[in-house]
């Protein structure tokens, strides 16, 4: 891996960012880290830290052009109160800041968050080649067409690598004990389903955003080995949530809720360290 590079990392406080954070710092880069306040906690993980809101385009630039980066990462995302309506607007408004500032900075790189649920439907995994679902209902085709622009935008850098991620799992998400996903568990509400979901531990996630500072231009998923029907992941996460087994649906699948293919990801060289999320959601019990 290139060594001292100097990255700034929107969303460096962030679930994923904090783990980016450490990583990319215990590999020897040096990392600016983007927050809207003060933050003791990146500081000691040892970044330096930029204080601007991704909203506030002449902020954000200035500390792009202070930071002087090699790479441009893009970690930022709006779910602390499940607003998707707050998260499609980070991914337009808020990526086009930032590339706008990075591109203006001449940064050669960006390096962005996406996620591997957008694709249209079928009757697979899908791999990267297969089209984004812009025909999809008007509930979901907010979040496809705001993912549709995030990537769009990030095109625009001279190299780029779009992280297609699957569902975040593991410490601090939703999907652990306490969390979002296990107290709908908990009342009875999260149902087993036939939707086929592909998941990634964060922890995972973050050794694929490190990964990606050498990887060529493209479109990356990354995710574990193991799409899985609800009816195989769900009752396995309340039984590590503590939570009663859930219902089962007896719907048909939805089209787009196909999963993943990581494939690419593990052709560059990406392990994922939890393979399987039989394993990585037994171990938050």
């Known amino acids: 891996m290139v060594k001292d590079m100097r990255i700034f990392l929107a969303g460096a406080s962030g679930v994923i960012g904090r783990r980016v954070t450490e990583s990319l710092v215990a590999h020897g880069h040096q990392v600016v880290g983007l927050t809207r306040r003060p933050s003791p906690v990146l500081e000691k993980l040892g970044a330096q830290v930029a204080i601007a809101d991704v909203y506030d385009r002449a902020a954000l630039a200035d500390a792009v052009r202070a930071a002087e980066p090699d790479v441009v990462m893009h970690q930022l995302t709006d779910l602390s109160a499940g607003d998707r309506t707050a998260n499609a607007k980070i991914r337009e408004q808020g990526t086009r800041n930032l590339a706008d500032a990075a591109l203006d900075a001449g940064v050669q790189r960006i390096i962005a968050q996406s996620i591997c649920w957008v694709y249209e439907p079928g009757d697979k995994p899908a791999?990267?080649?297969?089209?984004?679902?812009?025909?999809?209902?008007?509930?979901?085709?907010?979040?496809?067409?705001?993912?549709?622009?995030?990537?769009?935008?990030?095109?625009?850098?001279?190299?780029?690598?779009?992280?297609?991620?699957?569902?975040?799992?593991?410490?601090?998400?939703?999907?652990?004990?306490?969390?979002?996903?296990?107290?709908?568990?908990?009342?009875?509400?999260?149902?087993?389903?036939?939707?086929?979901?592909?998941?990634?531990?964060?922890?995972?996630?973050?050794?694929?955003?490190?990964?990606?500072?050498?990887?060529?231009?493209?479109?990356?998923?990354?995710?574990?080995?193991?799409?899985?029907?609800?009816?195989?992941?769900?009752?396995?996460?309340?039984?590590?949530?503590?939570?009663?087994?859930?219902?089962?649906?007896?719907?048909?699948?939805?089209?787009?809720?196909?999963?993943?293919?990581?494939?690419?990801?593990?052709?560059?060289?990406w392990t994922p360290q939890w393979p399987s999320w039989r394993d990585g959601l037994s171990a938050t019990k």
């Open 127 to 269: 791999a990267e080649d297969v089209p984004l679902d812009l025909d999809s209902d008007a509930d979901r085709q907010n979040t496809v067409r705001a993912v549709a622009t995030l990537e769009t935008t990030v095109r625009e850098a001279p190299e780029w690598v779009v992280l297609r991620y699957g569902m975040f799992y593991g410490p601090d998400t939703w999907y652990t004990p306490g969390g979002f996903m296990a107290r709908l568990a908990h009342d009875g509400r999260l149902q087993a389903t036939a939707d086929v979901t592909s998941f990634v531990h964060v922890d995972d996630a973050a050794s694929a955003a490190v990964s990606a500072l050498h990887w060529p231009t493209g479109v990356v998923n990354v995710c574990d080995d193991e799409p899985a029907t609800g009816y195989d992941w769900t009752p396995v996460f309340c039984q590590a949530v503590g939570a009663p087994e859930p219902a089962r649906s007896d719907a048909p699948r939805t089209g787009w809720a196909r999963g993943a293919d990581n494939r690419r990801a593990r052709d560059l060289g």
